[in-house]
């Protein structure tokens, strides 16, 4: 195992595959949630900002990171919506909101916005879970106000919203009651979850540091797992960022390659079809660029490396770039610029592309 420490002092990066977004007014606010993952909300005559939410707070559901993506070429405020927790029944997942998701947030200059799922349905495929569940509008508008006027940097926005996690916490527990006494559907202990939110809200560093220890951990699982359409040759490492706060950040690295001074940070994307991976997968894909193409002071076993930042997509063997669509010809085309701007390569099935 490769175990990877690295800095980062500032992000600098220029997005050139989000997509356009569509304005909506405050007013249309829950319209917006129902009809777009990304959007720009336009707060009053003078102040818009851009706008994503999370399904989930674990972030490997629903693409999130692509979400956020799709916001970052707004030069306004980039806002996204995370819920603190979400409860599909007792026979489905429960997730809650992480630190490491928030200070990610903070690091590309995010601003969080914690909320709560207010309502939801019984399911029709499976009785025992609930689905369709929608934000509280007016907490969400409320937090949106305070935002118009809040001069400080995401960072510390960030760290507020922690403050107020007690309180979230305990109405989307209450929201939860409700809606099992609505639609019958049995959700998960209400003791763990209240044991859980009293102890990440003791004060910010024990949260940080519970939710940091998760995080290694699910690192770690990472690290020696390969999911079965994943094709990789190279080691696997686990990567520690520490940002001039003190703050970390961990992740893994799907390959790494070491030559001389030089290590190489390999995000990969696969497909067993014969086309490219998803846009979505190569969005994601591309929030892990902006990251290792900002590292500095990178280190291994105490040693100094040079890092360069590979994107890899890999398809099955009868893909064949000639016979690409115009639409696919299109995300290449972006996808070259992109990386020729930030100055990462993409490799397609071993061959350099840039």
């Not at 851009?50 to 692509?66: C, D, F, I």
């Not at 970052?72 to 490491?100: A, C, H, M, S, Y």
């Not at 940070?265 to 991976?277: F, Q, S």
């Not at 360069?308 to 972006?334: H, P, W």
């Amino acid at each position: 195992m490769i175990n990877i420490h690295a800095q980062i002092n500032g992000i600098r990066y220029s997005p050139g595959m989000c997509r356009n977004l569509n304005v909506f007014g405050l007013r249309e606010l829950r319209r917006a949630l129902s009809k777009e993952a990304t959007f720009i909300l336009r707060l009053d005559e003078r102040n818009q900002v851009a706008m994503s939410w999370w399904v989930s707070a674990k972030r490997t559901r629903s693409y999130p990171y692509v979400r956020v993506y799709d916001s970052l070429n707004f030069v306004g405020k980039k806002v996204t919506v995370i819920p603190i927790l979400k409860d599909e029944g007792k026979r489905g997942d429960r997730d809650f909101l992480q630190w490491d998701t928030v200070s990610l947030m903070s690091l590309l200059g995010v601003y969080v916005i914690i909320s709560y799922y207010k309502t939801a349905e019984k399911s029709l495929r499976n009785p025992e879970k609930i689905t369709h569940q929608r934000f509280d509008i007016e907490q969400i508008k409320s937090e949106l106000k305070k935002l118009v006027v809040y001069q400080s940097d995401a960072l510390h926005w960030n760290v507020e919203q922690i403050d107020k996690i007690e309180a979230v916490g305990e109405k989307a527990l209450k929201s939860y009651e409700m809606i099992s006494e609505r639609t019958g559907v049995e959700m998960h202990s209400r003791i763990l979850a209240e044991r859980r939110i009293k102890e990440l809200m003791k004060n910010k560093e024990r949260f940080m540091s519970v939710s940091r220890d998760l995080a290694r951990k699910a690192q770690k699982r990472e690290s020696i797992t390969l999911q079965p359409k994943e094709r990789i040759k190279g080691a696997k490492a686990t990567l520690t960022i520490k940002n001039y706060l003190g703050g970390c950040y961990y992740f893994t690295c799907d390959e790494v390659e070491l030559k001389k001074k030089q290590v190489y940070l390999i995000e990969a994307k696969n497909t067993r079809e014969d086309k490219l991976p998803s846009l979505n997968d190569i969005k994601d894909g591309l929030l892990k660029m902006i990251l290792f193409t900002n590292l500095e002071e990178v280190r291994i076993n105490d040693k100094h490396y040079q890092s360069l930042a590979i994107l890899k997509l890999t398809t099955s063997k009868r893909f064949d770039m000639s016979k690409l669509s115009e639409s696919q010809k299109k995300v290449l085309n972006l996808l070259k610029k992109e990386a020729q701007l930030n100055r990462f390569r993409v490799i397609i099935n071993k061959k350099r592309f840039v």
